[in-house]
């Protein structure tokens, strides 16, 4: 079992920066491929940027948010953060952590991952 719990949200203007942050409660973090997804409303949700390690190399973006969001992890921690730039409106939504355990690779589909955080808002202003 793994939980998370993400922090960091909160409203920023248009072109600001913000720092997401989840933590993992387990013993067995670093072979996770960790992901953020993200959910506006009305909308589904939808793949963010996902990082592997132990069994699974390097990190994948949504096309959205290339250049500017970077995914990173502290192992030693058990911390997997999101850093946001150049923030615009439609990056607004509900900003999911999530844990794929299965080690197949850096999945941007929802349903490779088995565990998943409360969520945090974002809120960017115009």
């Known amino acids: 079992q793994v939980q998370l719990v993400e922090s960091g949200g909160g409203l920023v203007q248009a072109g600001g920066s913000l720092r997401l942050s989840c933590a993992a409660s387990t013993r067995t973090f670093s072979p996770y491929t960790m992901g953020w997804f993200r959910q506006a409303p009305g909308k589904e949700r939808e793949f963010v940027a996902t990082?592997?390690?132990?069994?699974?190399?390097?990190?994948r973006y949504a096309d959205s948010v290339k250049g500017r969001f970077t995914i990173s992890r502290d192992n030693a921690r058990n911390t997997v953060l999101l850093q946001m730039n150049s923030l615009e409106p439609e990056d607004t939504a509900v900003y999911y952590c999530a844990a794929d355990v299965s080690g197949h690779g850096l999945e941007a589909d929802i349903a490779s991952y088995a565990y998943w955080g409360q969520g945090t808002q974002v809120t960017v202003s115009s």
């Open positions: 990082i592997g390690w132990t069994y699974v190399i390097g990190t």
